[in-house]
């Protein structure tokens, strides 16, 4: 369990804050699967998907204007700038805060990394804002 761990502490301990640096519509690796209003919360909908971030490319460093929850269905090598690549492991949570930057590496093993996710965020935002 530590080693499926680990790799996620790493990737969001490399992950800080950083200046914003505009806004984006959205990730060419997500296929949505469905949208609804967060019933009693104005203005916040939920969405899931599934994200392919294939071997070789890259999961720009981003936030989401709410929270993020998701799931590794399919774990890889991943690599962060300046790091040692580590494994991602199927299985691993994800739980990324409203605001807060998170990714920002690149598959680095032989398989897609495949995630799924759920973000209950603000309506009126972009669902991905990227950063430097």
């Given at each position: 369990m530590m080693s499926a761990i680990r790799p996620a502490?790493?990737?969001a301990a490399a992950l800080l804050a950083l200046p914003v640096h505009g806004y984006a519509q959205d990730s060419t690796a997500r296929t949505e699967l469905k949208r609804a209003d967060l019933t009693g919360a104005p203005g916040m909908e939920v969405i899931s998907s599934i994200i392919e971030i294939k071997p070789g490319e890259e999961a720009p460093k981003h936030l989401h204007h709410g929270v993020e929850s998701g799931y590794v269905l399919q774990g890889t090598m991943i690599q962060v700038p300046g790091k040692e690549a580590a494994m991602l492991e199927t299985g691993t949570p994800i739980l990324n805060l409203r605001d807060v930057p998170h990714a920002g590496?690149?598959?680095v093993g032989n398989k897609?990394?495949?995630l799924f996710t759920v973000h209950v965020v603000d309506k009126?935002?972009?669902l991905y804002e990227y950063v430097k």
């Open positions: 502490l790493l990737l590496f690149k598959v897609s990394l495949k009126d935002k972009p």
